[in-house]
T-cell receptor, first 111, second 112 residues
Framework: SQELEQSPQSLIVQEGKNLTINCTSSKTLYGLYWYKQKYGEGLIFLMMLQKGGEEKSHEKITAKLDEKKQQSSLHITASQPSHAGIYLCGADIIDTDKLIFGTGTRLQVFP | KAGVTQTPRYLIKTRGQQVTLSCSPISGHRSVSWYQQTPGQGLQFLFEYFSETQRNKGNFPGRFSGRQFSNSRSEMNVSTLELGDSALYLC???????????FGPGTRLTVT
């Protein structure tokens, strides 16, 4: 089973709507990273959250880390077509010294 | 500051051949990690290099190898290519091990 689960796997929203993507770890998190990927291209670093219930925002994207639940959520407010892509969470988790990635959430935003 | 660059961007090889991919990290970054991304398995860690030393390795066969040079540039090599090696290979650099990683555009390898 995946150590890092993302939900939903796919999301289709109308422009202007808000949405949330979740990333849950089965093990203790030490750091959580959010990336965005356009199909077939590299990953664009969005935000890093460190252990301790941190919350960060960049433009219309807000990410939170809930250390009790070992979960992070990525929230997009007033979505735009430019937000479309694949969102991946990556995490430093206990007992590993490499970055583990979730399976990704494919976001489509239609006008 | 220039981002992570990878060459070539696209590559087509036949089974049994070998391939070498190159990655130039962001200036000042000393850690380089390699990942394989496929539709079925997602993004999987291959290995990480720091100061010319392999620091960590994922669960891939010995056909996959890499190295890092004194200028932090890195190469990965895949020998005896198999159809299942077709994937997007991503390289990421960070200042030090454990810091946030910045990814290159990837090399799309197709094995026929």
């Amino acid at each position: 089973s995946q150590e890092l689960e993302q939900s939903p796997q796919s999301l289709i929203v109308q422009e202007g709507k808000n949405l949330t993507i979740n990333c849950t770890s089965s093990k203790t998190l030490y750091g959580l990273y959010w990336y965005k990927q356009k199909y077939g291209e590299g990953l664009i670093f969005l935000m890093m959250l460190q252990k301790g219930g941190e919350e960060k925002s960049h433009e219309k994207i807000t990410a939170k880390l809930d250390e009790k639940k070992q979960q992070s959520s990525l929230h997009i407010t007033a979505s735009q077509p430019s937000h479309a892509g694949i969102y991946l969470c990556g995490a430093d988790i206990i007992d590993t010294d490499k970055l583990i990635f979730g399976t990704g959430t494919r976001l489509q935003v239609f006008p | 500051k220039a981002g992570v660059t990878q060459t070539p961007r696209y590559l087509i090889k036949t089974r049994g051949q070998q391939v070498t991919l190159s990655c130039s990290p962001i200036s000042g970054h000393r850690s380089v990690s390699w990942y394989q991304q496929t539709p079925g398995q997602g993004l999987q860690f291959l290995f990480e290099y720091f100061s010319e030393t392999q620091r960590n390795k994922g669960n891939f066969p010995g056909r996959f190898s890499g190295r890092q040079f004194s200028n932090s540039r890195s190469e990965m090599n895949v020998s005896t290519l198999e159809l299942g090696d077709s994937a997007l290979y991503l390289c990421a650099s960070s200042i030090l091990t454990g810091n946030e990683q910045y990814f290159g555009p990837g090399t799309r390898l197709t094995v026929t």
